[in-house]
């Protein structure tokens, strides 16, 4: 019997040197440079390969003077028409000169990704001006890098889509974050240290993902100014990891009432005692205080409300505990004349069992009328017979 051995066929090599380098770009750096000694066909197609991961190589200290050699090799050789992602890792050994040059070189290159994630042991500061393209769509940076100002950064990339910082640090204990470009899409923060937090309202409203506990962070002041309800809250989840919270001071924007979308589930804060809340409504204040189980101090800024039939206020028929147990004093700025605010104001006198204080602050203008609806509140029964109730008249702006 006669067996004859099917012929092999290569249905790879005939692929046009544009279908093979999309292929290739999905591979490993150090696998796509291998396919270069397959044969003379293969020689140079990973010369188009659009994507630049030098992440995955983890070459040791030793190797470092030839890992340098690699990249300024593959930035030369690369005949890509634009690098759809560019990936570095580096650490220390690597001098600033050589990753500025690097990443300038890509910029030019019209990237549309970069992905940068430092392992140093001191911080790195990032030039602005080598961020400068209008064709990246995407950035990351991970790591102990000094970003001066985000808006001169975001400034040079007026296309840029997608801006994440992956904040990882065993020493940091303050974090402020500001920013008024619409460019931040998401934050990842691993700091066990983390004790302070500031994030401007461009930023605090989108993804923030937190990586472990933030078991030290006792004081957080948030601007928020989400888009829209179906954009999730980032603070929210980061407030879920904030279990030792003291201080927490929490703005929201004019324009909407993003925090108080129904399915926004709010964590107990068993150790919050100062609470300052500014452009939120009556009810929500309500669900704050209910959370809030210790308060002892709340501040609250420009409430929300609106005149008619829907002004009314539903009351909890249970009062939260912080006010028959903790807390003592309330300060309400531009107090507004809403019913549900003055229904609030009222609220707050009958069942803070151990209040000392509660003072508004008014403006001057239409006096007379604010003066008779604060008498009101004067002759409403006090839980507190320690109570003082004071009124603060502020010049007009």
Request: glycine share 2%.
């Amino acid at each position: 019997m006669v067996t004859v051995k099917a012929k092999e066929i290569d249905r790879i090599s005939p692929l046009s040197n544009a279908l093979l380098a999309r292929i290739l770009s999905f591979l490993q750096i150090k696998d796509v440079v291998k396919t270069s000694i397959l044969s003379w066909r293969w020689k140079y197609v990973w010369w188009n390969v659009p994507v630049l991961d030098l992440s995955s190589l983890n070459l040791p200290i030793s190797a470092h003077s030839s890992f340098k050699a690699f990249v300024y090799k593959a930035l030369v050789l690369n005949n890509a028409p634009i690098i759809q992602r560019f990936c570095l890792d580096f650490s220390d050994e690597l001098e600033v000169f050589h990753v500025n040059s690097w990443i300038w070189s890509v910029m030019q290159r019209n990237v549309v990704e970069v992905n940068l994630s430092s392992c140093m042991n001191e911080e790195r500061r990032l030039v602005n001006e080598l961020f400068s393209s209008e064709k990246l769509r995407a950035l990351k940076l991970c790591g102990k890098f000094i970003v001066p100002y985000l808006d001169p950064l975001l400034q040079h990339l007026p296309n840029l889509e997608r801006l994440i910082l992956c904040i990882k640090s065993s020493t940091i204990r303050s974090l402020e974050i500001t920013s008024t470009n619409g460019g931040m899409k998401g934050i990842v923060i691993e700091a066990p240290r983390l004790e302070c937090i500031f994030l401007s309202e461009t930023v605090s409203c989108y993804n923030i993902k937190i990586v472990g506990y933030l078991s030290c962070l006792v004081h957080v002041t948030f601007n928020s100014n989400c888009p829209s309800k179906d954009h999730r809250c980032g603070i929210i989840d980061l407030l879920h990891h904030a279990f030792r919270l003291k201080t927490l001071k929490l703005t929201q924007s004019k324009s909407n009432q993003s925090l108080e979308y129904h399915g926004v589930q709010l964590p107990v804060f068993h150790n919050l005692e100062r609470l300052e809340l500014a452009y939120v409504t009556a009810p929500f204040v309500l669900q704050m205080l209910k959370h809030a189980v210790n308060l002892t101090s709340l501040t609250l800024h420009k409430l929300k409300g609106r005149c008619g039939a829907d002004d009314s206020l539903m009351l909890p028929k249970n009062a939260p505990n912080c006010l028959l147990r903790s807390l003592k004093a309330v300060v309400i700025i531009d107090f507004c004349w809403y019913e549900r605010h003055a229904r609030l104001a009222e609220y707050l006198l009958r069942y803070a069992a151990v209040l000392k204080v509660l003072r508004i602050h008014i403006a001057e203008d239409d006096l007379e009328y604010k003066l008779g609806r604060l008498m009101q509140l004067f002759l409403v029964h006090k839980a507190s017979k320690d109570c003082e109730f004071a009124i603060k008249i502020t010049p007009e702006d």
